[in-house]
Structures are given as C-alpha cells and as structure tokens.
C-alpha cells in the first residue's frame, strides 16, 4: 500500500505531508520531491493503532505505537476512509 499521508515531526512537532510505502514488513517515508527515504521502520505484531478528532476538517489523525511503546508515529489522512485504509493493513 501507498499514500500520502501527514506526519507530525519528533523534533519540531509540525505537521508535514509525506509519501508513505508499505513495503512487506517495512513502512517507509520519503518527502514529495525526493526519492531518498526520509525515515523507515520495521513493522510487527505488537503495533498498537488510534484515533483522534480532528481540529482542522481536512485531516483525520491517528498513532501508531511500535515496538511496545517505544516509538509512536502521528500521522493524518485527507480522509476518514484512507485512515481506515491504512488501519486495517496494520491490523492484519
């Protein structure tokens, strides 16, 4: 699976749209203009997935927790049907 997506920064905490990858049991990101990955990270069985309300209309935010707890992505979809999208590839 393949998508934009938004994703919040660890450093500066601002919202950034980025191109996502799902490439087996990696989920990679790359930023529009570039094609070196911008960050990647192994996905097992123990991820733990939710959502938020949003506080602007055009972006439907959700976390995903990896590695029990100890990385934690929050990401946006333009859409409330590509953030189940989304979803349920990590809930397989």
Known sequence: MEGDLWKKSEHWRKWNQRAFRLEGH???????????????????????????????????PFSVTFNNGKYVLYLAAASKSVRSDWIKVWCR
């Open 26 to 60: 990696n989920l990679v990101w790359f930023a529009k203009k570039s094609e070196k990955p911008k960050g990647q990270i192994v996905i097992n069985s123990n991820v733990i997935i939710a959502t938020q309300e949003s506080k602007v209309p055009e972006r439907w």
